[in-house]
């Protein structure tokens, strides 16, 4: 009886914040096309995960694999895994006049590991143009450098996300 009681408690306590909208942990899937310094454009897709909703210093991991599109070599090009912080969010968002829909702006920055299947790299990006949406997030001109070898001193490879939308679920 009082396993019964136990789970009956549990499940409703699960389905009332469930259905309360206090969603905390959220995952996304995105999409972005880069440019860098190798004179490659890639199409990289993402999944993300957001495992708080915090004003302040909000962490988050990101996967994301690259298709490259330039020198002739279309397919696979990369594999990264990054974590990251929102470093704050704020409604004074600088870039709310090319938003429809204001919601806050939300720098962040990320750190992790990048493959090209040649060996293992450390990344690293700055997002500052990030505004967070109910389901999306929305980034421009991020920019990210790949360093050699884990040797933060041999600049790989640098270049500019243009754009990276990721829908939230």
């Not at 899937?29 to 199409?43: K, L, Q, W």
């Not at 002739?72 to 600088?94: I, S």
């Not at 429809?100 to 493959?115: E, H, M, R």
């Amino acid at each position: 009886m009082k396993r019964l009681v136990f789970v009956a408690a549990v499940l409703i306590l699960s389905f009332s914040l469930f259905a309360s909208g206090a969603h905390v942990f959220r995952f996304g899937a995105g999409i972005g096309v880069d440019g860098n310094s190798n004179a490659r454009t890639e199409i990289k897709l993402n999944i993300i995960a957001r495992p708080f909703s915090s004003n302040v210093m909000n962490p988050f991991v990101r996967a994301e694999y690259g298709f490259g599109l330039g020198r002739g070599d279309f397919g696979l090009t990369d594999l990264t895994a990054v974590a990251g912080v929102e470093l704050f969010r704020t409604m004074k968002n600088p870039l709310s006049f090319a938003m429809v829909n204001k919601g806050p702006w939300s720098p962040a920055v990320c750190a992790g590991i990048s493959t090209d299947f040649n060996g293992t790299d450390i990344y690293a990006e700055v997002s500052l143009f990030r505004v967070l949406d109910k389901d999306f997030i929305y980034e421009w001109f991020t920019v990210f450098g790949v360093f050699d070898n884990f040797d933060v001193h041999s600049l790989k490879t640098w270049g500019v996300c243009l754009i990276r939308l990721t829908s939230m679920f």
